[in-house]
């Protein structure tokens, strides 16, 4: 059985496994965030994140101040209840003709006795320099490890997972649907936003990552835990 890493995934690997679709870039349901509103305390927060941002060029930060100052930061702002973000999460996942496994570099997910069980949202932090790999194919590689992880108990036909990948405070999001987890060949359909820099727009990225975090809490989802 073929084993993938998220860390040296190329699509061309991808592609042999997985028949992929990818949409254009557009303004999808997904990311339309009317209908949520944020407490003065999370504006509060937003506030401090950005104020941390602004005046500092976060092109040149190394990944390790980034993520501490704006990623994860947002992140925990988006927490609902038992849904906590978390970081440096090992995953992985064995489909009918492959294994794939790595480690996320964030996760918003169902917590369960201080412990993950369910992945929601995975988190991709882009890594610069020669060893720096593509954020995309990296993604997709933990998007099917996390799909795989909630489609475990139950099995539906069809399983909806959220992520995205960051270059410095700059967010790209993602909604993938994956059919036929346990076929020979799963199909696989990304959607992706437009690109948001968190100094200036903090607030949508949050309320973006509050709808999918509500989709979760609002169902009462539960799924099976990481390995």
């Given at each position: 059985?073929?084993?993938?890493t998220?860390?040296?995934?190329s ?14 870039i ?16 999370e ?14 060029d976060?092109q ?26 978390w970081?440096q ?27 993950l069980?369910?992945?929601y ?11 720096g790999?593509?954020?995309?194919s990296?993604l ?6 996390a ?8 099995k539906?036909?069809?399983q ?5 990948y960051?270059?410095a405070d ?9 059919d ?21 727009e ?6 973006v990552?509050?709808?999918?975090v509500n989709k ?6 539960h ?5």
């Amino acid at each position: 059985m073929e084993k993938l890493t998220f860390s040296k995934l190329s699509l061309t690997d991808l592609k042999r496994w997985v028949t992929l679709q990818e949409g254009p870039i557009a303004s999808y349901e997904w990311l339309q965030i009317d209908s949520i509103s944020l407490t003065d305390h999370e504006q509060r927060q937003l506030q401090d994140i950005q104020s941390r941002l602004l005046n500092y060029d976060t092109q040149l930060m190394n990944e390790a101040t980034i993520w501490a100052r704006g990623i994860y930061p947002l992140l925990s702002i988006a927490e609902q209840g038992s849904i906590q973000a978390w970081a440096q999460v090992a995953m992985q996942a064995q489909y009918a003709n492959f294994e794939i496994e790595g480690i996320a570099d964030g996760v918003l997910g169902n917590t369960v006795a201080g412990r993950l069980e369910s992945p929601y949202v995975v988190v991709v932090e882009t890594k610069k320099g020669i060893e720096g790999q593509n954020p995309v194919s990296q993604l997709y590689g933990q998007l099917l490890a996390a799909a795989h992880l909630n489609w475990e108990p139950e099995k539906p036909a069809r399983q909806e997972i959220f992520g995205c990948y960051t270059i410095a405070d700059t967010w790209k999001l993602v909604r993938a649907q994956i059919d036929g987890i346990d076929s020979e060949k799963p199909l696989m359909h990304i959607e992706f936003s437009r690109e948001y820099v968190e100094k200036l727009e903090a607030e949508t990225i949050l309320k973006v990552l509050k709808k999918m975090v509500n989709k979760y809490a609002n169902q009462g989802f539960h799924a099976g835990g990481i390995h």
